[in-house]
């Protein structure tokens, strides 16, 4: 489990094919590798993989064919840049939304425009996903926890702050980029309850 607040921007180091699928070398950048063990989940432009070992800044993860071909990671090159987070302790600040690290489906940005000192952005996703938006929701994009700030049947838009442009990949995002996005968990789980005729408590 992930809050969505990126703690550094990595590097991506090599692309090495192994096994039939990919190992990735990531410089972690500021990420603290020495509260990291093997088998610790982190997550990679917001998909959940598994360290497997670590190497003087940099860890290593293996990424099967499925998430190579489901998420952005498979267009990642040497020297790409990566949203990195940690997995959330117990106890630990939540300072985004719960988020799993499962990519539902790739977007695609249609829309880039100065609003200030902050940028707006607009995104396609696939249409059976924008029954779960909600103005004023949570989606995560990269790996970055954001809010929702207006949508249509198929186009959604969120505001970034300078901060999040300076400290995240989303500052570089350009019209046509594409993009991993995880959709707010609990409004899977409430139509999950829905569907099986399973009013959640307080619901008609």
Known sequence: MFTGIIESLGKVVSLSPKGGDMELCIDAGRLALATCHVGDSIAV?????????FDSGCFF????NETLAK???????????VNLERALLAGGALGGHYVTGHVDGVG???EVRADGRSWRLSFTIPDHFMRYVA???SVTI?????????????VFGVNLVPHTLEVTTL??????????????????????????????????
Do not use: F
């Not at 432009?45 to 070992?53: D, M, N, P, Q, S």
């Not at 993860?61 to 099967?64: H, K, L, R």
């Not at 968990?185 to 619901?203: K, N, T």
């Open 45 to 53: 432009a917001g998909v959940c993989l598994t360290a497997t070992r």
């Open 61 to 64: 993860v293996d990424v099967s």
């Open 71 to 81: 998420t952005t990671l498979g267009r990642l090159k040497v020297g790409s840049q």
């Open 108 to 110: 695609k940005v249609i």
């Open 135 to 137: 103005p004023k929701g």
């Open 142 to 154: 990269e790996g970055t926890s954001l809010t929702i700030n207006e949508m249509s049947d198929t």
């Open 171 to 204: 500052g570089a995002l350009r019209v046509g980029d594409e993009v991993n996005i995880e959709i707010d968990i609990i409004a899977r789980y409430v139509e999950r309850l829905l569907l099986a005729g399973v009013a959640p408590r307080g619901l008609p």
